[in-house]
């Protein structure tokens, strides 16, 4: 086992992680477009496809800390966080002042400021992931000795334990009857980095261990294979009987059916693809420009009526590949710019067509 068994994983599963959440708001458009057919065939199909790929935005959390560990097991090098204060999070802030002014129901100086405001610091808007991703940075700088004192065998089930009764406060309980509390209940409970606990720490472990997780997880390749219907079989279940009644990645749930797919993506890159194709490249090198900027082609998309001979999954498809496309012709266009990656973020330059070029890449800490 090498980096680069690391490396196409990461490359793997960052891309697919993108593809699921640009595929969630896409598939969001799509059911308010054709809300007058909500019996049919595509309906359904398009509900369950929805919930398959709700492991878009954990799947984020496990990578970044996967890499931090792997490259920086003991602390993080200077200029850690100036660098990420440029390329992430000043993007974080422009794109959410640009969702604010395209979002915003009244328009008025005030009401622009205040959305700008709720979507910075309360993470109103879709891009509220970053918060959640610094907050783990930080934890990484002080849990760093304490993961490191301790095994993965004590560790992780304490943090999956944690993970879930968090998550199961908001998901099985009726907020109290005040507005703040009805307002945490409705997504302020997403930002607070114990909902995510249980991917940082997977993710931890992962990078430190990499080699010896890679083994484990080929010596139960059979299980790993079938883990993932279980899981997801679980949350069809779950919404049958309606015992949580909203569908989102910050279900008790989803930890499992994640944490599965993550397995599986691992497994199938690791065994039995043994090069990424150009278009994963592609799409894992400008996978934060695209989370940045494609619910700004979406929100343009919406302006105009689907044609008549589109149907659900064809106007889903079309919804999908010009979001993505435009979110990665609009990052290379700024990116030639000098000040455009503190803008839509920076596009890493990695490239596919060889596995000696792929080797030769140091492993880098990505979002």
């Known amino acids: ?25 896409s598939i969001q458009l799509t059911n308010v477009e054709f809300k007058h057919l909500s019996n049919d065939f595509y309906s359904l199909f398009l ?23 792997k490259k920086y097991p003991v602390q993080l090098p200077k200029g850690f966080f100036r660098k990420r204060f440029g390329y992430i999070l000043l993007p974080y802030i422009f794109m959410n002042i640009i969702y604010a002014i395209i979002e915003v129901k009244r328009i008025s100086i005030e009401t622009i400021l ?36 301790f095994s993965p065998s004590v560790v992780l089930p304490l943090a999956l334990l944690v993970n ?8 099985f309980t009726n907020p109290p009857n005040f507005f703040i509390a009805q307002e945490i209940w409705r ?22 261990y990499f080699n010896e997780f890679l083994s484990l997880i080929i ?23 309606n015992l949580i009644n909203f569908t989102n990645s910050k279900r008790i749930d989803m930890v499992l059916y994640t944490t599965s797919v993550i397995f599986l ?15 994963i490249m592609i799409i894992s090198n400008y996978s934060f420009c695209i989370y940045l900027m494609h619910m700004l082609f979406i929100h343009l ?16 498809i079309i919804v999908l590949i010009t979001s993505i496309t435009c979110s990665i012709l609009s990052a290379h266009i700024f990116n030639k710019a000098a000040f455009g990656k503190y803008l839509i973020g920076n596009v890493n330059r990695y490239k596919s067509d060889t596995h000696r070029q792929i080797r030769q890449k140091k492993v880098t800490e990505i979002v």
């Open 265 to 279: 993506i691992i497994l199938f890159t690791t065994i039995f693809i043994k090069k990424v194709p150009k278009i």
């Open 114 to 149: 205040l959305e700008i405001v709720k979507n910075i610091f309360l993470g109103h808007s879709v891009l509220y992931f970053v918060l959640i991703i610094f907050q783990f940075y930080f934890l990484h700088v002080k849990l760093n000795k304490f993961l490191n004192r």
């Open 47 to 69: 509900n369950y496809l929805l919930a398959a790929g709700l492991f878009g935005t954990p799947i984020f959390v496990f990578i970044s800390e996967l890499l931090l560990s």
């Open 187 to 208: 997504f302020g409970y997403w930002l607070p980095f114990i909902g995510w606990v249980f991917y940082f720490s997977l993710g931890f472990y992962c990078g430190k």
């Open 301 to 316: 998309i919406e302006l105009a009526s689907p044609p008549m001979f589109f149907n659900k999954l064809s106007y889903l």
């Open 164 to 171: 879930v009764i968090y998550l199961g406060i908001f998901n």
């Open 219 to 241: 010596k139960n390749k059979y299980i790993i294979l079938l883990l993932p219907v279980f899981t997801f079989l679980l949350f069809v279940i779950i919404n049958k009987y």
């Open 1 to 25: 086992m090498n980096n680069n068994s690391t490396i196409n994983s990461v490359f793997w599963l960052r891309a697919i992680a993108c593809i699921a959440v640009v595929m969630g708001h």
